[in-house]
Nanobody, 126 residues
Framework: QAQLVESGGGLVQAGGSLRLSCAVS???????VGWFRQGPGKERYFVAG????????AYADSVKGRFTISRDNTTNTVTLQMNNLKPEDTAVYYC????????????????????WGPGTQLTVSS
């Protein structure tokens, strides 16, 4: 089973940028990877995802045009570049791995993910 570890969270002012990283151990090329976030007292919501083979990406409407997900198969890392951050982006961010068939991969479907990192906190101040 893959192990994932997020890094890069912190405190940033509104309008600023930050990059999150997700390091994946074991068979990185076998996994689709997604980013989710969970604010205080809220459910965990989809942010972005990237498929394992084609590198197809998908984004939640709330982050389209501001966030960019990418994967590096040489370093087993998925990054989430976040620009023009807003206070409502404040949350714990989690990366997760999925091994479903390529044709079945729905990045926003949380039940498809079988391994999760411990999360990293992002706080955006107004």
């Amino acid at each position: 089973q893959a192990q994932l570890v997020e890094s890069g969270g912190g405190l940033v002012q509104a309008g600023g940028s930050l990059r999150l990283s997700c390091a994946v151990s074991l068979a990185f090329n076998m996994f689709h990877v997604g980013w989710f976030r969970q604010g205080p007292g809220k459910e965990r919501y989809f942010v972005a995802g990237v498929s394992r083979n084609s590198g197809r990406t998908a984004y939640a409407d709330s982050v389209k045009g501001r966030f960019t997900i990418s994967r590096d198969n040489t370093t087993n890392t998925v990054t989430l570049q976040m620009n023009n951050l807003k206070p409502e982006d404040t949350a714990v961010y989690y990366c997760a791995a999925s091994r479903v068939r390529d044709t079945n991969y729905d990045p926003s479907e949380i039940t498809q993910y079988v391994a999760w990192g411990p999360g990293t906190q992002l706080t955006v101040s107004s």
